[in-house]
Each structure stands twice: as structure tokens, then as C-alpha cells.
């Protein structure tokens, strides 16, 4: 499974784009056809995508493609283009029921035995951005080429009627049911995009709520975004310094038979152990350890 502290969105249409996102350091690089592009660009979408697959070295960025959602008509061309290239992943937008995961599944794996690929080397990431979707997060989640639940924030305030807040109060219990969902299925969670790239200070503040509230990143659409969305969702030295500790204290005391141990006055159990584990295992996402 990729890092995916930030996970950028570049209009799939515009080659010189998703090339020049390729000098950013941008864990994922989503190229887009459906937002990001007007109705009479998807079919160029499509051949730039090709051509950037083909041609590009991606280096340790992953390689996505956002396909247009099940239903528009766009979807059947949008991943029958990419699947012979090989992406690293299929983004699906307004994934309402797991049928949709299916229907690409099976597209998927047809694509992998005809190209000779590893079955389950394109997996899936789907975008929960309906009240439907939400209703249905534990199906969508058990889907077994799925690696990531996305929160598509705008659209699912706008499909509740909720007004957006600097704060995104309004969109609390939504967020912690994607991670919870995530957690529960073995998968990453991504939160929202922010979509006032001017104001980085508001974006950093997101960010860092996100990275504490579970999520393993988060989606931005510009290229000022990408450094402090890897910085909030990065450990710093002094939290790596003590998760070691937790770590190490723990696997110490468990070989003298005791479950818990004090540690700068607190209290450590499996709980604090299990979290410190994260904070390593994102270390090491991030190449500090």
C-alpha cells in the first residue's frame, strides 16, 4: 500500500501538467477525468493519460487515474483507456454501493489476465462523497481490491444542504465514519480537499485536525498545498523519539510478563503501544527511519 499523505489532482487533459507534477515530491498523483475536465476534453483526457502513462517515470510517486462516475456515461471508455497502462489504481467519484466496485473488478481483472499483470496489482480507491455512500460505508469497505476510502467533503456538504465553515464542523461526523470504516477494513483514509489553496495557515490547521483524527492523508489540487499536507501528516523527531520508546518499553516488559509500564509518569498499554506503531509506520512512509 502507497503513502498517500497528499494525494494530488491534475486535469488529465493537460499534459504539461501532470508532467510538471511530477517535480513536486507529491506522494500520489491522481490525473483527472471527471471534475477537472470540461465535457468536451474527456476523450483528450484519455489519450494524455495513455501518452503520460507510456511515457513518464513516475519515480516514487503513485499513479492514478480518476475515471468519471458509474452512471455517466464516460466510465466504460474512461478505464478500458487506462487499464492496458497500468496505473497503480482506479479512483471511482460517488461510490454509493459496492455493485460499482464490482463492475470495475471485473474490468480490472479481465485487463491484468490479458496484459499479463499481477491479479490485484491495480487497486481501487473509492471516493464517499453522497449520503448514500455514507449509508453504505461498511459494503463499499469490504470490497477486497479496495485500498482507500476518499471524502469528497464539498460534494457531500452540498448533497446534505449543510453550509461550509472554516472549521468544517458540519462535516465531523462524516469524516470520523470514513475513518472509522478505513480502520475497520484494513484501508486508508483520505480526507477532504481544501479548496482555498491561498490561505495555506487554514489549510495547514486541516490538515493537522485530519492527521489526528485518523486519516492517513489528504487530497489537495494545488501545488503550494503539497507541503503542508506531507508535513502535517509527517511525524515529527520528537513524537518518532518517543513512539520508540512506547515501542521498545513495551516489547521489553512483555518479555519479563508484564502487559503495562509507566512511562514519563503515564500509564502504556497495547492502546498507546498500537498508536505509537502508527506514528513509526508513518516514519517509514516517509523515509525518516
Known amino acids: ?39 468536451s476534453r474527456k476523450a483528450q483526457a484519455r489519450l494524455e493519460i495513455a501518452r503520460a502513462l507510456i ?67 491495480i487497486r481501487l480507491l473509492a471516493c464517499i462523497e453522497t449520503p448514500r455512500g455514507m449509508l453504505n460505508l461498511n459494503e463499499i469497505a469490504s470490497h477486497p481490491r479496495l485500498d482507500a476510502l476518499i471524502f469528497g467533503g464539498e460534494d457531500y456538504a452540498a448533497a446534505i444542504g449543510a453550509t461550509r465553515t472554516s472549521d468544517a464542523a458540519e462535516l465531523m461526523v462524516a469524516r470520523q465514519q470514513v475513518i472509522m470504516a478505513a480502520a475497520a477494513f484494513n484501508l486508508q483514509s483520505i480526507d477532504m ?28 489540487i494545488h501545488p503550494a498545498q503539497v507541503e503542508p499536507v506531507q508535513l502535517a501528516f509527517t511525524p515529527d523527531e520528537a513524537s518518532i523519539t518517543k513512539a520508540r520508546l512506547i515501542v521498545d518499553g513495551f516489547e521489553g516488559y512483555q518479555k519479563i510478563g508484564k502487559g503495562v509500564f509507566v512511562l514519563d509518569g503515564k500509564m502504556i498499554d497495547k492502546p498507546l503501544v498500537r498508536n505509537a506503531e502508527r506514528v513509526l509506520e508513518r516514519a517509514r512512509a516517509a523515509g525518516l527511519i
Open 1 to 39: 500500500m502507497h503513502s498517500r499523505r497528499a494525494l494530488l489532482y491534475v486535469p488529465g487533459d493537460d499534459y504539461i501538467k501532470i508532467n510538471k507534477a511530477l517535480t513536486f515530491g507529491v506522494d500520489s498523483i491522481c490525473m483527472d477525468m471527471e471534475d477537472g475536465v470540461a465535457l
Open 55 to 121: 511515457n513518464l517515470d513516475f519515480g516514487q510517486s503513485e499513479k492514478l487515474a480518476r475515471i468519471n462516475a458509474v452512471g455517466t456515461g464516460y466510465e466504460l471508455d474512461d478505464i478500458r483507456a487506462m487499464l492496458p497502462h497500468h496505473p497503480d489504481g482506479i479512483v471511482i467519484p460517488k461510490v454509493e454501493e459496492k455493485k460499482q466496485l464490482d463492475w470495475a473488478d471485473e474490468l480490472i481483472k479481465s485487463a491484468e489476465l490479458e496484459h499479463g499483470m499481477p491479479l490485484l496489482s
Open 193 to 220: 480537499v481544501n479548496i482555498d489553496f491561498s490561505h495555506l495557515k487554514s489549510l495547514r490547521n486541516e490538515a493537522l485536525i485530519g492527521a489526528r483524527l485518523g486519516f492517513a492523508g489528504k487530497q489537495i
